[in-house]
């Protein structure tokens, strides 16, 4: 019955109304959306105007959605449901390295680099060595595996946010492990910043009192031969913000201490000055056909 339906009624009526959908998946991902959806309204009872407010956020997301400008991820994000879906889309063997969120500024094709090679294409902040292995849960390393690695630069921004200001692909490159996994490449102490908060999700972010702000990290998307690919990040410890992440992606398991190595052979290996800094991210890959992200 789809006529004279009421406050009690009318939940039902829609639900019927994707009976006929062909797809079993999409009808139950509709049928419990309008559950969820009428169990919300009648939780809050929200007046026209609070609900033309909200269609109005909405709708100011989406305008903000071009290029790599993605306020519906932020939002997502900032929600904790891109964390909730990697959650639940990561239960995987518990020697594996965990996974996080990817973010909006990875670019697909970014250059291959030489093992050893800057990316601080800038030349500004504190440099740094990043190392580790990349082997499989069974403890063996993953020859040849690629590293995709990505962040932020001394002021906290990615090339892609202003590149007119920044060298082409600055702090970012893909490395070949070789052939024992291991990986090593310089860059910069990372440093915490903000995310794009000059769209809506800025605004209910300043409405609701919460920060903008993301812990200092590094991005890793890595993967192999016979291994699933994983995308993750190290996180720096005492970083500001490691405890109240914007987006709800730190994992304890992830973050790394930068330590000072007072060694030259290592230094000269390196090509950097003795002393120097230091991180070590080794990441260990489920078995290929396991969910990863
Ligand atoms: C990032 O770490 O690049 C990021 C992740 C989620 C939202 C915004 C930025
Ligand atoms: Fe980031």
């Known amino acids: 019955m789809t006529s004279d339906l009421t406050e009690t009624t009318i939940t039902e009526a829609v639900l019927s109304s994707f009976d006929g959908t062909p797809d079993p998946r999409l009808r139950d991902i509709l049928r419990t959306l309008v559950r969820h959806l009428h169990a919300f309204v009648r939780d809050v009872e929200p007046t026209h105007q609070e609900w033309q407010n909200a269609v109005d956020f909405l709708t100011n997301v989406g305008h903000m959605c071009h290029g790599n400008r993605q306020e519906f991820v932020l939002l997502s994000d900032t929600l904790g ?126 409405s609701t009192g919460r920060h903008p702000n993301r812990p200092a990290h590094i991005h890793f998307i890595a993967g192999g031969e016979g291994v699933a690919t994983l995308t993750t990040h190290l996180f720096i410890n005492q970083s500001p913000y490691i ?32 002393p120097f800094r230091l991180i070590d991210f080794d990441m260990t890959l489920s078995p290929t056909g396991s969910c990863q992200g």
Request: net charge negative; with cysteine.
């Open 243 to 274: 405890d109240s992440d914007a987006v709800f992606a730190v994992k304890q398991s992830l973050i790394r201490e930068v330590v000072t190595v007072d060694a030259q052979d290592l230094a000269s290996a390196y090509g950097v000055p003795n």
């Open 81 to 206: 449901v891109s964390m909730l879906v990697d959650a639940i889309n990561n239960r995987k063997p518990s020697k594996a390295t965990e996974s996080t969120v990817l973010g909006p500024f990875h670019v697909s094709g970014a250059p291959r680099r030489p093992l050893g090679a800057d990316i601080a294409l800038d030349g500004a902040g504190e440099q740094c060595v990043v190392s580790g292995i990349v082997r499989s849960v069974d403890g063996t390393p993953v020859p040849g595996a690629f590293i995709d690695v990505w962040q932020a630069n001394a002021d906290g921004t990615y090339d892609v946010q202003t590149p007119d200001l920044l060298p082409e692909s600055n702090l970012r490159g893909v490395f070949t492990a070789d052939s024992d996994g291991r990986y090593w490449f310089r860059t910069i102490v990372p440093r915490y910043y903000p995310i794009p908060d000059d769209g809506p999700v800025g605004q209910m972010l300043r």
